[in-house]
């Protein structure tokens, strides 16, 4: 038996990553255009507005994570199949391991460190992020974290009033392992970055004032991400929370595309594919409905991004040759050619611990900080970015 069979099999016998509760969806706010104290720290205004960057496809890209759901079921709910209709269908996306927080990290980090666990880690300043990379191509960015307190908040988890049941003891839910950027030294520690990381009373003010950024990260909390609850519960948050959103200009202009995706699946057995749906104004209408049956990962977010913008990479998963891929309405722009991997060559990605790296919990997998590749050549074709030290 080969080793990924022995640890897929091994797979079997863990627990499952966490779903499923009797909660029922309740709306946080009025709408997404209101502040509300059940997102506890108040808005200090909205971020200034910065030039557009034009991009090749388009002008602004919002992700928006949910947690823990195979593509099976996701993509026979009534509401993931509705956005599927109104966009392009991601068939064979693929999360890049298991448990949730390497997951998170390696969306903008291109790589996941060896991590295979959601305990605090605090990832060191001299590694880059897509945030270096959107800073140095003038690429405006933030991240908005639903019931996150306060701008940039370093703290592993917060509970606040539990506004789903009153009756209730306070509840957590913020969790900074799906927080990305927060994991980063080189965003966390320093202060004007820090402040880009923004709770969902800055996100009402932002959107009021058509002051969202070019490049998003979007994290719902505990409960409308799916974690504590199920596919159904997060769909009911997308009718609240994302519907009016794509009905709005200053969210939703001809230029914006959105990525609807989640972390991981629920079962650890099979491979890692889930739902992955891209909608938006930059989304042609003649291809509303389709499927891109192309391999893509979390690294993918990466790459497209780089490609739109002729952005510079971080040399690691953003430019893998394998796991890379760039989304095809992109790559059809911009004349970069995606590999066709497909079937059983598609990796085994889940597998948990295996990979070694600095933040691998086995001691014989670790590994110092590795360097990035500095010859790669990414699909923005910029240069590698290298931090200090
Ligand atoms: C997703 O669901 C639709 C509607 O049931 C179905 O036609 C399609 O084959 C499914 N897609 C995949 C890749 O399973
Ligand atoms: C706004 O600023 C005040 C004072 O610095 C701070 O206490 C509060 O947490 C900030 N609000 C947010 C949402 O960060
Ligand atoms: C519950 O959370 C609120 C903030 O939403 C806080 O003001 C209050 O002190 C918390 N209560 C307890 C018992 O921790
Ligand atoms: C945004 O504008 C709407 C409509 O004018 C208003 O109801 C809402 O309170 C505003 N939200 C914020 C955060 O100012
Ligand atoms: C990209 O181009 C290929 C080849 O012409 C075509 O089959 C595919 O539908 C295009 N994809 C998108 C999303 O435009
Ligand atoms: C670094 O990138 C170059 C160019 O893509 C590639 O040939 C080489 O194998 C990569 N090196 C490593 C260690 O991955």
């Known amino acids: 038996m080969s080793l990924p069979t022995l640890v897929a099999l091994a797979a079997a016998a863990l627990p499952q990553a966490f779903a499923a509760s009797s909660q029922s969806f309740v709306p946080p706010a009025s709408s997404p255009f209101s502040a509300s104290v059940n997102y506890v720290g108040q808005s200090n205004g909205s971020l200034p507005i910065d030039p557009v960057k034009p991009g090749k496809v388009f002008d602004r890209f919002i992700q928006i994570w949910f947690e823990n759901t195979d593509f099976s079921v996701a993509n026979s709910t009534a509401e993931f199949r509705s956005l599927a209709e109104r966009g392009i ?36 300043s001299q590694i880059g992020t897509m945030v270096d990379l959107l800073e140095l191509g003038g690429v405006s960015w933030a991240a908005y ?32 392992k799906h927080n990305p950027p927060i994991l980063y030294d080189s965003v966390s520690g320093v202060p004007s970055r820090a402040a880009r990381v923004r709770n969902f009373n800055d996100f009402a003010a932002d959107v009021n004032t058509s002051a969202l950024p070019q490049w998003m990260f ?11 609850t199920n596919v159904d519960f997060a769909a009911a948050f997308l009718r609240y929370w994302l519907e009016p959103l794509l009905a709005d200009p ?32 930059a989304v042609p209408e003649r291809l509303h409905g389709t499927v891109d049956s192309t391999y893509y990962t979390h690294y993918s977010a990466m790459s497209t991004v780089q490609a739109n913008w002729g952005l510079g990479s971080l040399g690691r998963g953003d430019t893998d040759p394998v796991m890379s891929n760039v989304y095809s309405l992109v790559a059809n722009a911009t004349g970069w050619k995606n590999n066709d991997i497909a079937g059983s060559s598609i990796p085994l990605t889940n597998l948990i611990g295996l990979t070694p790296g600095p933040l691998n919990p086995l001691f014989f997998l670790q590994t110092g900080w590795p360097a990035p590749n ?16």
């Open 89 to 124: 269908l991601l068939s064979q996306y693929f999360a890049v391991t298991h448990p949730s927080q390497p997951n998170y990290a390696a969306t903008i980090g291109g790589s996941f460190w060896g991590l295979a666990d959601d305990n605090k880690h605090d990832i060191p």
């Open 218 to 228: 979007v994290t719902p909390n505990m409960v409308n991400d799916g974690h504590d």
């Open 374 to 389: 500095t010859s790669a050549v990414g699909a923005g074709g910029g240069p590698v970015f290298v931090g200090s030290g």
């Open 145 to 176: 974290q639903e019931n996150m307190p306060t701008d940039g908040f370093n703290g592993e988890t917060f509970s606040s009033v539990n506004y789903v049941d009153p009756t209730a003891a306070n509840y957590t839910y913020y969790q900074r």
């Open 250 to 281: 200053r969210f939703n202009d001809g230029r914006t595309l959105v990525l609807v995706t989640f972390d991981e699946t629920e079962s650890y057995l099979h491979n890692n594919n889930v739902f992955a749906v891209l909608l938006g104004g």
